[in-house]
């Protein structure tokens, strides 16, 4: 749960600086304020018209075209064709565009169908695209790209999750989930990828031995990152007499309540649990709840 609320929040982030990077080149004429209104304008425009299809009228015509898993498949390929398009031309970037079309879809009542059916085409084309990632690789640079790749990736495979532990400290979750949770997110994403092609296919970036660097550290944090996932918690114990420098949730907070007696012990708070606790509070007075999350546990 931690790692995706990092993920939609470096999403959002994505997302605000595709459209800083589209349109970067109106600000060079000057009347920056003019440009933020227009691409504010246009925006809402299209957010409001892609609403107002998505919740009226695709609900409509989607159940007719299901009736052929075909149909529905060109159907969702399609629509993010068309709003990639549309974006580009509007100036807003068709990587936006096609961002937009995959959070609509995933509001379809046949999000499932869709998903089965693009899956193989999507991992084809993950496939293609690493492989044309490392086809651009070029070590021209020599030596000179050594050391700062190591630096990335140094910074990608440690310092990341370590600050992604600390925020996790500072916000009250336990030591062990904050140690899972940054380390599952020690790797740079496709969206790094696609930032560094938006810049040179823009002319924003003229150093092409970047996308190079970018490939080799992306490459790299994403194979070493799978172990970190899959030997976590192997790894939690190895280095907990380091973590304990980390800030997490305190355990003496805890042991006063720990020295009580009680009637009823729920684990989980989340819809069942919270609705079993409404219905129990009126029989039972000592009721201990048990939650990882700072908000449960605050509340």
Not at 52 to 66: E, N, V
Not at 179 to 195: D, K, P, V
Not at 243 to 266: A, T
Not at 274 to 289: A, D, E, G, P
Request: net charge positive; proline share 2%.
């Amino acid at each position: 749960r931690l790692s995706i609320w990092v993920l939609i929040i470096q999403d959002i982030i994505v997302l605000l600086i595709f459209l800083a990077i589209a349109s970067y080149g109106s600000f060079t004429g000057g009347n920056a304020l003019g440009v933020i209104g227009l691409l504010i304008a246009k925006i809402v425009w299209l957010g409001i018209w892609i609403y107002l299809i998505s919740k009226y009228i695709i609900p409509k015509i989607t159940p007719k075209i299901a009736e052929s898993q075909e149909f529905l498949f060109l159907f969702a390929i399609g629509r993010c064709m068309i709003l990639g398009t549309i974006f580009h031309y509007c100036w807003l970037g068709m990587e936006f565009g096609t961002l937009i079309a995959g959070i609509a879809l995933s509001g379809s009542n046949f999000k499932y169908e869709i998903t089965s059916k693009v899956k193989s085409l999507r991992d084809f084309f993950i496939v293609m695209y690493f492989v044309l990632l490392w086809s651009q690789v070029s070590f021209t640079g020599g030596i000179k790209i050594i050391p700062i790749i190591i630096c990335f990736t140094i910074f990608v495979l440690i310092i990341k999750p370590l600050i992604t532990m600390i925020i996790f400290g500072l916000m009250g979750h336990t030591k062990k989930n904050n140690f899972l949770a940054g380390s599952s997110l020690g790797q740079i994403s496709e969206f790094s990828f696609l930032l560094v092609w938006m810049g040179i296919s823009l002319g924003h970036i003229h150093d092409q031995t970047l996308i190079s660097t970018i490939t080799i550290v992306g490459l790299i944090s994403i194979a070493a990152s799978s172990y970190f996932i899959l030997y976590g918690n192997k790894l939690y114990h190895f280095l907990k007499p380091v973590l304990k420098y980390i800030p997490g949730s305190r355990k003496e907070e805890h042991q006063k309540l720990n020295q009580q007696d009680y009637e009823v012990m729920i684990i989980g708070y989340g819809k069942f649990g919270s609705n079993l606790y409404n219905t129990l509070i009126t029989k039972h007075k000592n009721i201990l709840v048990i939650d990882e999350r700072p908000a449960i546990i605050k509340h």
